[in-house]
Every structure is written in structure tokens, then in C-alpha cells.
């Protein structure tokens, strides 16, 4: 199957299967020398594996990652690193009624039109399963950048269905099962659980943010640093919008509020998101995604089978009621990603620059 490499120079390519044995992935780039161990992959893929709260899928994995190759005596040694992570808890049984129907908002059908077969076991390689190595390659990433420049990375819920969500504080996120950014969930909990009675689901909003990002990253025209962004975010199951910086909210900005002026002291805003002509300013990278409603409900719903005809499909076994919820440790991963791939590229092409300005302060708010 094509397009399962993301990247060039910290190429990571994604292998396995919703219900197969293992799920993984080989990072082929990735700079020797630098210290890496199970457990530092490990508290991300926490954070994003199923099973952690009554408003996730209950599917029991333990998502421990096994590093395979490319690290010996504790240490990266430039070669290619297979991260492993075996599957635990299928139920394959679940799916033996929707091998013979699509289900509304899934990929059964145009897998089966693309390949001439599909794998219906929890959807097989559309599964979002398979974000789970993409999470291990992102804390590859963020470890090296954190290390070699500072690089912190951030998410949070934004929106969850109808609700809002407003901004209290980071230090909320790691303490609730929504990574909401503030100290009572009671409302989105209450929201979750009329959900699920109710056999219905719900999309979010994310947010994602990486600061300490060195000027100079992206390039001017087809290898934008939003540009790959947005591939990257789209790349994650079921992400319909990215937005970065102001997004869609600059349609209503003037020009006069819109573009963030420069001072000695810094910048006056950040409507840019940290990126001016494809590369980035050295402020914070901001963006947002949004996550459809997961498609895998129990409600009845239309369809055909594989010969054609109509008939109505329930989608049982164990599924997220709002798949936005696991999605923010994801979003991270892949913004690490796209960082780790334009900081080799910056490195190689223009490691060498003397630019005639010194960088101004990242936000001058």
C-alpha cells in the first residue's frame, strides 16, 4: 500500500493492522547519538491509548511500545528504528455483519473500490489504531527537538460537540480525561454520557501549539511549513478542517489587525501562527483541527451491502463516542513530526547562515 511513509529526512513508515498482531513503525533519519529508551516513548502513547476513561472506546490495549532496532547501548545510532506495539484485546468478532455493508462515514467502501478487497476488522489500516505509531514517532521527535533547541509541545480541547471550551489554564490538561484546559469537566462528562445512551456521537476541536521553534524552518513556496502542517493534520482519521493562526477567522480581520507588526521587543500578535511565507518566526506554531463525529454508532443507519442492495447497518463492538477526545496527543505527535522533518532540511541547507538580524522576542504579548 502506498502512502504509508511520512517524511524524507526523518521518514517514519507505518505498518500493520487495526486487529492484526502488531501495529508499528520504522523511522529511517533519525540523528544518532541521542539517548532513547522505552520510556520515553511510552507516556504519550498513555495518553493517547484507549481504555482510560468511560468516554473512550473500552478496548483494553496497553500500548507498550518495544524498540526493535536503531538503538544500541541506549543511544540512536542513525539507523532505522522499528518501534513496535502488539495488539492485545481484538474482537474481531464484532465486525462479522459489516463485512458485507458499508458503514456511513467509513472508508469500507472506497477501500473496497480502490484495492478490490478490504480488511473489515475494525476497519484494518483505516483504523485510527494505527495513530498509535505515529505517537511513539512523534515522541522520538519531540525528545531530539526538546534537546537540541527547546521545542515544548502543547494541545488541548477546544470544543467538544456543542459545548465550548474556554482557556483557564495548561496545568488543567493532564488532569481530565477531555485534555480540557480548564478544572470542571462536569458539564462535558454529563454531555459524554448522554451520548452514549443516546447510541450517537459527537465531533471537537483541538488545539495544538509548539513553542521555542527556531526562525527559518519551511520553505518559500511548495514545502511551506503550514503547508505541510495541514498534510499532516489531515493525514490523522477524521479530521475535516486545520486552521493555523487565526484560520478562518481572518476572512472578518482588516489588514490593519490582521498582519502582527514587528517591534523591537517582538512581535505584536500572532494571527500568523507562527509562520510568514511558508517559514516559521520563531513564535509559537498554533493550530486547530476539526474531528468529525466518529462513524462507528449502534443507531441504525442506511446503506447497501457488496451487492448493491439497501439495508441498514448498526456498528457494534467498542467504540469513542467523540474520537476527538484521544486526539490531542496525536495532533502533538504529528506537529513534532513536521517540526523534526523542516529542522534536518534547515540544518543541511542552511546550517551554516549568518543572518544579518538577530531573532526578536517570540511574543510581545
Not at 65 to 84: A, D, F, N, Q
Not at 178 to 188: E, M, N, Y
Request: negative net charge; proline residues 6%.
Amino acid at each position: 500500500m502506498s502512502g504509508s511513509t511520512f517524511g524524507n529526512l526523518f521518514a517514519v513508515t507505518n505498518f500493520g493492522e487495526s486487529h492484526g498482531p502488531a501495529i508499528g513503525c520504522v523511522i529511517d533519519g533519525c540523528p544518532p547519538g541521542m539517548e532513547l529508551s522505552e520510556a520515553d516513548l511510552q507516556p504519550d502513547l498513555d495518553r493517547r491509548r484507549p481504555g482510560t476513561s468511560r468516554h473512550v472506546t473500552q478496548r483494553q490495549e496497553e500500548d507498550k511500545v518495544e524498540i526493535l532496532s536503531g538503538v544500541y547501548e541506549g543511544r540512536t545510532t542513525g539507523t532505522p528504528i522499528c518501534l513496535l506495539i502488539r495488539n492485545m484485546d481484538q474482537r474481531s468478532k464484532d465486525y462479522s455483519e459489516v463485512a458485507q455493508k458499508f458503514r456511513p462515514g467509513h472508508a469500507d467502501y472506497t477501500y473496497l473500490l480502490k484495492y478490490g478487497l478490504r480488511d473489515p476488522r475494525g476497519g484494518g489500516r483505516s483504523s485510527a489504531r494505527l495513530t498509535a505509531p505515529m505517537v511513539a514517532a512523534g515522541a522520538v521527535a519531540k525528545k531530539w527537538l526538546r534537546e537540541k533547541y527547546g521545542t515544548e509541545f502543547r494541545g488541548c480541547m477546544q470544543q467538544v460537540g456543542d459545548i465550548a471550551i474556554g482557556f483557564e489554564s495548561w496545568d488543567h490538561v493532564p488532569n481530565n480525561p477531555f485534555f480540557a484546559p480548564v478544572a470542571d469537566v462536569s458539564k462535558l462528562e454529563a454531555y459524554m454520557d448522554g451520548l452514549r445512551k443516546s447510541g450517537d456521537s459527537c465531533g471537537a476541536r483541538v488545539r495544538v501549539t509548539a513553542s521555542d521553534v527556531p526562525v527559518g524552518l519551511g520553505e518559500p513556496l511548495f514545502d511551506k511549513l503550514d503547508a505541510d502542517i495541514a498534510f499532516a493534520m489531515m493525514g490523522i482519521n477524521a479530521v475535516k478542517g486545520v486552521e493555523i493562526g487565526a484560520g478562518f477567522g481572518s476572512v472578518t480581520q482588516r489588514g490593519t489587525v490582521h498582519g502582527d507588526s514587528l517591534t523591537p521587543a517582538g512581535f505584536a500578535g500572532n494571527n500568523a501562527g507562527g509562520v510568514l511565507g511558508g517559514i516559521s518566526t520563531g513564535q509559537d506554531l498554533d493550530v486547530s483541527i476539526a474531528i468529525k463525529p466518529t462513524s462507528s454508532i449502534i443507531s441504525p443507519r442506511d446503506t447497501i451491502d457488496i451487492q448493491g442492495q439497501p439495508t441498514q447497518v448498526i456498528t457494534k463492538g467498542r467504540h469513542d463516542p467523540c474520537v476527538g477526545i484521544r486526539a490531542t496527543p496525536i495532533a502533538e505527535a504529528m506537529l513534532a513530526l513536521v517540526v523534526m522533518e523542516h529542522a534536518l532540511r534547515h540544518r543541511a541547507q542552511c546550517g551554516d547562515v549568518v543572518a544579518p538580524l538577530a531573532p526578536i522576542e517570540s511574543s510581545f504579548l
